[in-house]
Nanobody, 127 residues
Framework: QVHLVESGGGLVQTGGSLRLSCAAS????????MGWFRQAPGKEREFVAA????????YYTDSVRGRFTISRDNAKNTAYLQMNSLKPEDTAVYYC????????????????????WGQGTQVTVAS
């Protein structure tokens, strides 16, 4: 069983930065894609970014591309989401997720493709 724990959320002013971490235990971390998602109040959970098991492939949703950077340290079984130039519309609970299946040539954006989820960390961007 894979266990994911997010940290690093908080309150930040518009234009500020935060770095989220996702510590994984169990499973084969370096062989599994990781994804970051977010859910704002009253909205569905949405894809933010994904990274392949090796870290060689990344993908972002359009609204964060150029501002957010996803990365991973397989030696530490940890994935990261560096968030810069934050906007009020980035306010949400952020979740990391991973897949049970091994990395393929594709990165997935659907929540249905991810099998294990963390508990989430709140990010609030004040205007």
């Amino acid at each position: 069983q894979v266990h994911l724990v997010e940290s690093g959320g908080g309150l930040v002013q518009t234009g500020g930065s935060l770095r989220l971490s996702c510590a994984a235990s169990g499973g084969t971390f370096s062989s599994s894609d990781m994804g970051w998602f977010r859910q704002a109040p009253g909205k569905e959970r949405e894809f933010v970014a994904a990274i392949s098991g090796s870290g060689g492939r990344v993908y972002y949703t359009d609204s964060v591309r150029g501002r957010f950077t996803i990365s991973r340290d397989n030696a530490k079984n940890t994935a990261y989401l560096q968030m810069n130039s934050l906007k009020p519309e980035d306010t949400a609970v952020y979740y990391c997720a991973t897949r049970r299946l091994l990395s393929t040539s594709l990165l997935y954006t659907s929540t249905l493709r991810y099998d294990y989820w963390g508990q989430g960390t709140q990010v609030t961007v004040a205007s």
